[in-house]
């Protein structure tokens, strides 16, 4: 605490103001969490002074670090103009266009103010259109906190059930009547997936699933897994969902472009808003047309006071327009050169542990598992306490992850950031074969 006197203090104060001192689960740290002053590039400064390589970039949501100057003009002449108006603007239709143009399977497209409401559109878009009531997701996949998709975030061993999972509330008060519309597939078990989608057929509006699921160890969908879905949603009449809030940083077409198989939906947030709150629903014209409001009212009513707001939507149009592919191979070249360092660190210092991900994404698992799903990598706590001297251990040495070991990184990584990744990574598994106490 003595290194930190400034965050001490401000968490000391925000604990009078704020349940348990904090206002989004995901950022809190115990004793107390390191409060940010300001980014620059790939760099994030804490109240203390202490200057870091941003690993985690709001949760993915930064593809080019801190600060970028041509979203930062785009913002500025966007302010001068006005911030939100009760008519819409220009802008959504130059962001919209550009995300119809990246993405093969979208038509049209509807602006939200996070993942968590475009998840909850699509889901009930689905269900407008199909009139049906469930859904069905993948065990340990996150989606935000809409209450049907957060079944089943971070059941543990106790709770799994055989191989058909238990769908598990996530929150203490979900109600039966939610739980009872989930069904919950085991990943990349593309038998089950056809089984449980066939058995739930008639009243499955959509499935849901990231094809690179964070939480559900950023592990890719297999092609077996994915095949099966769209197969037996086809068959039953569901539609797929693919939940790229996270996984677009893939590729200049999202991960869709790099999967077998195209979604009738996607999900968007994050990136997209360069920075900004923001959050996209998009898909086939036929689905998306219950949102249409041109024929009297819609099969599926959205307004939202400041969704494709113009600050927004003018950061997000600069930050695709640097997100080209060069930006891309740039950022795929950076993510397999710390993948393979961090591989080799592992078995350099005889650690058992993997790092998986793909393009600008990775993370660590200290298991000597066969990283096949999310109960293969669900950790024991021996692992959890691992992950913290990893974790711990980046932050004393410069380098910023996140609680769950994902980094993601930017286009403001150079190379000379990559070799201080690399050595503060290599420090930290050391760090973790020494069992150093945090
Ligand atoms: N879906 C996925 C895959 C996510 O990772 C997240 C957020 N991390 C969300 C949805 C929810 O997005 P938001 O935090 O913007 O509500």
Same mark, same amino acid.
């Not at 740290?29 to 760099?43: D, I, N, R, T, W």
């Given at each position: 605490?003595?290194?930190?006197?400034?965050?001490?203090?401000?968490?000391?104060?925000?604990?009078?103001?704020?349940?348990?001192?904090? =206002?989004?689960?995901?950022?809190f740290?115990?004793?107390?969490?390191?409060?940010?002053?300001?980014?620059?590039?790939?760099h994030?400064?804490?109240?203390d002074?202490?200057?870091?390589?941003?690993?985690?970039?709001?949760?993915?949501?930064?593809?080019?670090?801190?600060?970028?100057?041509g979203?930062?003009?785009?913002?500025?002449?966007?302010?001068?103009?006005?911030?939100?108006?009760?008519m819409?603007?220009?802008?959504?239709?130059?962001?919209?266009?550009?995300?119809?143009?990246?993405?093969?399977?979208?038509?049209?497209v509807?602006?939200?103010?996070?993942?968590?409401?475009?998840?909850?559109?699509?889901?009930?878009?689905?269900?407008?259109?199909?009139g049906?009531?469930?859904?069905?997701?993948?065990?340990?996949?996150?989606?935000?906190?809409?209450?049907?998709?957060?079944?089943?975030?971070?059941?543990?061993?106790?709770?799994?059930?055989?191989?058909?999972?238990?769908?598990?509330?996530?929150?203490k008060?979900?109600?039966?009547?939610?739980?009872?519309?989930v069904?919950?597939?085991?990943?990349?078990d593309?038998?089950?997936?056809?089984?449980?989608?066939?058995?739930?057929?008639?009243?499955?509006?959509?499935?849901?699933?990231d094809p690179?699921?964070?939480?559900?160890?950023?592990?890719?969908a297999?092609?077996?897994?994915?095949?099966?879905i769209?197969?037996?949603?086809?068959?039953v009449?569901?539609?797929?969902?693919?939940?790229?809030?996270?996984?677009?940083?893939?590729?200049?077409?999202?991960?869709?472009?790099?999967?077998?198989?195209s979604?009738?939906?996607?999900?968007?947030?994050?990136?997209?808003?360069?920075?900004?709150?923001?959050?996209?629903?998009?898909?086939?014209?036929?689905?998306?047309?219950?949102?249409?409001?041109?024929?009297?009212?819609?099969?599926?009513?959205?307004?939202?006071?400041?969704?494709?707001?113009?600050?927004?939507?003018?950061?997000?149009?600069?930050?695709?327009?640097?997100l080209?592919?060069?930006?891309?191979?740039?950022?795929?070249r950076?993510?397999?050169?710390?993948?393979?360092?961090a591989?080799?660190?592992?078995?350099r210092?005889?650690?058992?542990?993997?790092?998986?991900?793909?393009?600008?994404?990775?993370?660590?698992?200290?298991?000597?598992?066969?990283?096949?799903?999310?109960?293969?990598?669900?950790?024991?706590?021996?692992? =959890?306490?691992k992950?913290?001297?990893?974790?711990?251990?980046?932050?004393?040495?410069?380098?910023?992850?996140?609680?769950?070991?994902?980094?993601?990184?930017?286009?403001?990584?150079?190379?000379?950031?990559?070799?201080?990744?690399?050595?503060?990574?290599?420090?930290?598994?050391?760090?973790?074969?020494?069992?150093?106490?945090?």
């Amino acid at each position: 605490a003595s290194t930190y006197p400034k965050s001490n203090a401000l968490y000391a104060e925000a604990k009078q103001y704020l349940p348990g001192g904090n =206002t989004r689960t995901t950022v809190f740290e115990k004793p107390f969490p390191l409060y940010a002053s300001h980014g620059k590039g790939c760099h994030v400064w804490d109240v203390d002074g202490n200057r870091r390589i941003d690993c985690i970039n709001n949760y993915t949501s930064l593809i080019h670090g801190h600060a970028h100057p041509g979203i930062h003009q785009a913002v500025l002449k966007q302010m001068e103009r006005g911030t939100c108006f009760g008519m819409p603007t220009e802008s959504e239709i130059s962001l919209a266009r550009e995300l119809v143009r990246r993405l093969d399977s979208v038509d049209t497209v509807r602006f939200t103010n996070s993942g968590t409401e475009a998840v909850m559109m699509a889901i009930k878009a689905a269900r407008a259109y199909t009139g049906r009531p469930k859904i069905a997701k993948v065990e340990g996949a996150y989606h935000g906190s809409y209450d049907p998709a957060e079944i089943s975030l971070d059941p543990g061993p106790q709770q799994w059930g055989g191989n058909t999972p238990n769908p598990v509330p996530y929150a203490k008060g979900t109600p039966a009547s939610v739980i009872e519309d989930v069904i919950v597939l085991p990943f990349n078990d593309p038998d089950k997936a056809k089984e449980l989608i066939s058995l739930h057929g008639r009243d499955l509006a959509a499935i849901l699933i990231d094809p690179l699921p964070n939480r559900a160890g950023l592990i890719p969908a297999s092609d077996a897994f994915l095949g099966a879905i769209r197969e037996t949603a086809d068959a039953v009449g569901a539609l797929v969902i693919f939940d790229e809030v996270i996984s677009f940083r893939l590729s200049h077409g999202g991960a869709q472009a790099l999967f077998s198989i195209s979604p009738d939906l996607t999900t968007l947030g994050k990136v997209i808003g360069g920075g900004f709150p923001v959050g996209a629903v998009g898909g086939r014209r036929d689905v998306m047309a219950v949102f249409d409001p041109s024929s009297g009212k819609p099969a599926l009513p959205h307004g939202g006071t400041f969704s494709a707001n113009p600050v927004t939507m003018q950061a997000g149009c600069a930050a695709l327009e640097y997100l080209d592919e060069q930006a891309f191979s740039h950022l795929d070249r950076i993510g397999g050169e710390v993948r393979h360092a961090a591989n080799e660190a592992l078995k350099r210092h005889g650690v058992p542990g993997v790092v998986v991900g793909m393009g600008s994404l990775l993370k660590i698992h200290f298991t000597d598992r066969a990283p096949a799903n999310y109960r293969a990598v669900y950790p024991t706590p021996a692992e =959890t306490s691992k992950l913290r001297i990893f974790n711990r251990t980046l932050i004393e040495n410069g380098i910023l992850p996140s609680g769950y070991g994902l980094m993601a990184l930017s286009t403001a990584m150079a190379a000379d950031d990559i070799h201080q990744i690399n050595a503060a990574i290599d420090l930290a598994i050391r760090a973790v074969k020494n069992q150093e106490p945090l």
